[in-house]
């Protein structure tokens, strides 16, 4: 399943994202290497990492340093999908 993988400094409470972390779904080690390049780690603890599938998070999100396109299992895609969902 295809999604967009963000990551983000800061607060974003409208972005059409989740965070993977409590959803149980798994950051690739491929994603967490391209993140600590952008200033994802222990150093920063205000930047972190968002998932969303991959229509729903196209275009300029708030508080976004940067993106790109992965994949997850299909439970973890439906994880997202449920969160973003009861949200609104």
């Known amino acids: 399943m295809n999604v967009t993988w963000s990551v983000m400094l800061g607060e974003?409470?409208?972005?059409?994202?989740?965070?993977?972390?409590p959803l149980g779904v798994e950051i690739?080690?491929?994603i967490a290497e391209w993140a600590a390049e952008?200033?994802?780690g222990h150093d920063n603890p205000d930047v972190w990492i968002a998932v969303a599938?991959?229509?729903s998070?196209?275009?300029?999100?708030?508080?976004?340093?940067?993106?790109r396109d992965g994949v997850v299992p299909e439970a973890?895609?439906?994880?997202v999908e449920e969160q973003l969902e009861a949200r609104g």
């Open 53 to 55: 599938p991959e229509n």
């Open 12 to 21: 974003a409470p409208t972005a059409p994202v989740a965070d993977p972390g």
């Open 76 to 79: 973890d895609l439906a994880a």
């Open 57 to 67: 998070a196209r275009g300029a999100i708030d508080a976004e340093i940067a993106c």
């Open 28 to 30: 690739p080690d491929v």
């Open 38 to 40: 952008h200033g994802w």
